[in-house]
């Protein structure tokens, strides 16, 4: 089976046909770096919860799949490698939970277009090396965004529109913006006071 290819440290499927679930058995290729799966894959089931053990894991990707049960982020913030965690289009829900803020090493957060719930949590300030986060398109992610998002000064790409977070960025962009470092910061700004936001435009 593939969990004794233990050496593996690349699984990338994606620009081909596949169908079914993630394998739990993935959980024991202990030295991959980037587990990556996306369409045209038809990716049915659940993210398993063996996943965890993945702590040299640098890039998760799933995109365009069918998954369902809740977004499992106690799994995935043992991760502690994790550089990238992109995750889209498919119909997870849950939340993103406060073990998130385990991922200080995370540079790039991206999870769009699913089904999670309930808010940005607090402990994302924890996340420092932050550059690009992108939770557009979550229509039931909402509530008052965290004074905490101001510790991430190296976040440039910010990417809110089409969910019902609230509240302002008004002074950590203005900050950011004038020391060079905001590239675009996508919110709705009928939600979100900030002045050198941008409105999407679909």
């Not at 053990?53 to 809740?70: K, M, P, V």
């Not at 993103?96 to 699913?114: A, E, F, P, Q, V």
């Not at 939770?135 to 039931?140: A, D, E, I, K, T």
Request: proline share 3%.
């Amino acid at each position: 089976t593939i969990g004794l290819a233990t050496s593996l440290s690349v699984i990338f499927l994606a620009n081909n046909l596949l169908s079914g679930s993630i394998l739990t058995e993935f959980g024991l290729l202990t030295n991959l770096l980037t587990l990556s799966v996306g369409s045209p894959n038809f990716v049915q089931g659940t993210i398993p919860t063996q996943l965890a053990a993945l702590t040299n894991l640098e890039l998760f990707r799933i995109s365009q799949g069918n998954l369902i049960g809740d977004f499992p982020m106690d799994a995935i913030s043992r991760m502690t490698g994790l550089r990238k965690l992109q995750i889209k289009q498919n119909n997870l829900h849950g939340t993103l939970g406060t073990t998130i803020g385990r991922l200080s090493g995370l540079t790039s957060l991206t999870i769009m277009d699913t089904k999670i719930t309930s808010t940005l949590p607090s402990e994302i300030g924890n996340c420092t090396n932050l550059k690009q986060i992108d939770l557009s398109g979550n229509l039931n992610l909402g509530g008052q965004i965290p004074s905490e998002i101001a510790s991430l000064s190296k976040l440039s790409l910010l990417d809110l529109s089409a969910t019902f977070l609230t509240g302002s960025l008004e002074d950590f962009c203005i900050v950011n913006k004038y020391l060079g470092f905001v590239e675009l910061f996508n919110v709705n700004r009928s939600n979100i006071h900030c002045t050198c936001c941008r409105e999407p435009t679909f």
